[in-house]
């Protein structure tokens, strides 16, 4: 008898399983002797920051993927790498990084939306809404592209000033108005709301003034429903440690986020290997601290130069800070189990009915003359071969761009019809497209029609 298609699919499902758990469960082979594997069994990520040119190096590729199972781009996904030119976007290189994750089972950090430093130079020209409406769109398109792929994005980064101040950096998107990161916030979460958004900053190492400013804007966002998952302490460290280190990550975990070490590197002035064992240990001591990232692989791939920073030489060696890193993760035997780093697979599309209605939904992220309206359409019972929505922009409003769907029109009544690859649903079935617009998009009530 030739087996039947559904017995065919349940045997290629099972086969899937098995490979799956093959992948998941490898670490158990080399448990304790390597950074990813001792993490893991604390349940914690651990990452290195990488420049995918590098991946051609042999003896970097072979330390990163032995070693780490989480990455982060060092600069390649930064502002001025993914739209050198105002909306002209590239991915190369965090798109490499995020291939090369996904063959390595590393989960990948997403470094960052937004920022005063690597801007490219046309942002650095603008100021007040154009600015701001450049950098929400930036937030949108790179957060959008990279949707699903990414374990935490670090949304914001370094805006608060050093010293005293517990105050804001002045800059460009400062200047654009104190609401900037609660509306970078919002407008990522609307284009990839499975991405845990961070704020992220250095000399936040203890409680101090600047700790302190944005322990403050947390817990403001939290209590104002902004959308704020994690807080990234940066810790590039010096001779010494702050001795409330860990009390620090605790009253921002108490706060209601996760925290994690995000680029991490030690100066070998002081005493390098016992400060990497310190940092270690405060974040499996703080139940919402969930991974550790390394500022790089070997010390002469460091932004620290001589400084000898980082935890293997470069030959390729493990440092006494690893074997003290090594050893902080696993005293204490296992706790946790291992979290699920493997990206989550491709959604599928079964094939839709022929024929079917459909309904559209909005969600608004809004501020001070501007929104992202993201819509959600759902097929009807008959599923959909296309979808048009409409509706009417209030006045004075007009669309600037649009992803996942074409617009016919910019003000008044707007039509945004499917793009070839989200027009077929099956019934039930959702899709979600956005939208940015100037002036205001409240009261926007959609229409859908099926194909
Ligand atoms: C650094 C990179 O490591 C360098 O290659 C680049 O020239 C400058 O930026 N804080 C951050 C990181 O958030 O993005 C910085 O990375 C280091 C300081």
Same mark, same amino acid.
């Given at each position: 008898m030739?087996?039947?298609?559904?017995?065919?699919?349940?045997?290629?499902?099972?086969?899937?399983?098995?490979?799956?758990?093959?992948?998941?469960?490898?670490?158990?082979?080399?448990a304790g002797t390597t950074l990813r594997a001792a993490a893991a069994e604390k349940g914690r990520y651990f990452g290195a920051a990488v420049a995918t040119g590098k991946l051609s190096d042999s003896t970097y590729s072979t330390v990163l993927n032995r070693e780490f199972n989480s990455v982060v781009a060092e600069n390649e996904m930064k502002w001025d790498a993914t739209e050198p030119q105002q909306g002209r976007f590239t991915y190369t290189g965090g798109d490499r990084l995020v291939s090369h994750a996904r063959a390595n089972g590393m989960s990948v950090r997403g470094h960052t939306l937004l920022w005063h430093a690597q801007q490219p130079s046309w942002a650095q020209g603008l100021s007040g809404s154009a600015l701001r409406s450049a950098a929400i769109n930036h937030v949108t398109q790179v957060a959008t592209h990279f949707r699903g792929q990414i374990y935490a994005w670090d949304v914001v980064n370094e805006a608060f000033a050093d010293g005293g101040s517990g105050g804001r950096r002045d800059s460009n998107l400062q200047r654009t108005g104190n609401d900037w990161i609660e509306a970078a916030f919002r407008a990522a979460r609307a284009a990839d709301p499975g991405a845990k958004l961070c704020y992220n900053d250095y000399n936040t190492d203890g409680i101090n003034a600047k700790s302190t400013g944005i322990y403050n804007m947390v817990r403001d966002f939290k209590a104002r429903g902004v959308p704020i998952d994690c807080v990234g302490f940066q810790s590039h460290l010096g001779t010494t440690i702050p001795g409330d280190y860990q009390a620090n990550l605790q009253r921002f975990a108490d706060l209601g986020v996760d925290v994690q070490i995000t680029e991490l590197d030690v100066t070998t002035g002081g005493n390098q290997a016992n400060i990497y064992g310190t940092v270690t240990r405060a974040c499996l001591a703080v139940s919402r601290c969930t991974g550790i990232t390394v500022w790089g692989v070997r010390d002469c791939d460091s932004w620290r130069g001589s400084d000898n920073a980082l935890l293997f030489d470069c030959a390729g060696n493990k440092k006494a800070a690893y074997t003290s890193v090594l050893n902080a993760l696993? *005293? !204490?035997?296992?706790? &946790?189990?291992?979290?699920?780093? @493997?990206?989550?697979? #491709?959604?599928?599309? =079964?094939?839709?009915?022929?024929?079917?209605?459909?309904?559209?939904?909005?969600?608004?992220?809004?501020?001070?003359?501007?929104?992202?309206?993201?819509?959600?359409?759902? *097929? !009807?019972?008959?599923? &959909?071969?296309?979808?048009?929505? @409409?509706?009417?922009? #209030?006045?004075?409003? =007009?669309?600037t761009n649009t992803w996942s769907a074409t617009a016919s029109g910019s003000t008044g009544t707007v039509r945004f019809t499917n793009v070839d690859y989200n027009g077929q649903l099956g019934a039930g079935q959702s899709t979600e497209f956005g939208f940015q617009g100037n002036g205001s998009g409240s009261g926007l009530t959609p229409s859908c029609a099926a194909a």
């Open positions: 030739r087996p039947t298609r559904a017995l065919l699919s349940t045997g290629l499902l099972a086969g899937a399983l098995v490979a799956g758990m093959a992948v998941a469960l490898a670490p158990a082979a080399d696993n *005293a !204490g035997g296992t706790t &946790t189990p291992p979290p699920n780093t @493997t990206a989550p697979p #491709p959604t599928t599309t =079964s094939p839709p009915p022929s024929q079917g209605g459909c309904s559209a939904s909005v969600s608004l992220n809004a501020w001070t003359g501007g929104f992202v309206a993201t819509v959600r359409v759902t *097929a !009807g019972s008959g599923g &959909t071969l296309g979808w048009a929505v @409409t509706m009417t922009l #209030p006045g004075g409003a =007009s669309v």
